[in-house]
């Protein structure tokens, strides 16, 4: 509490302060100042607010607008380690992949993994794939 009241002590001279800098430069470009209170330091308690309620605004439908083509996005590295492996009906092993894809031999066993946890593909021998 008496750190709290420490606090507002001199956040209320430093605001006293910058009333008196307003009112200087006030009078310095002509113009009538009323004389302001000074706040009291007293103990501030904090109190809920609450939020306002949101309104709802019509809002005007734009125009519609031709249909723009979309940009093609590009097969994801899981998308074409799957349709290299649906290819080979007798499977496909991880050297084979790493030649077509050009990925190393981590990347492959990763996308494989994730492929497998999918259900679609399957391990025939160990190294070879095929879809599930």
């Known amino acids: 509490m008496k750190k709290l009241k420490k606090d507002l002590e001199a956040i209320s001279k430093t605001l006293n302060g910058l009333v008196q800098k307003v ?48 940009k093609a996005t590009q097969a994801t590295a899981v998308d074409t380690v799957f349709t290299i492996i649906k290819r080979y009906k007798k499977g496909i092993d991880t050297a084979a992949l790493m030649e077509k ?29 095929v879809k599930a």
Do not use: M, W
Request: charge should be positive.
């Open 23 to 70: 009112q200087q430069l006030q009078e310095q470009i002509g113009e009538e100042t009323k004389p302001t209170k000074k706040p009291k330091a007293k103990a501030v308690k904090k109190k809920a607010v609450k939020k306002a309620p949101v309104k709802k605004v019509a809002v005007k439908k734009a125009p519609v607008k031709k249909a723009v083509p979309k």
């Open 101 to 129: 894809t050009g990925y190393n031999q981590r990347k492959i066993s990763n996308l494989v993994f994730k492929l497998r946890k999918q259900g679609k593909i399957k391990s025939v021998d160990k190294g070879v794939y």
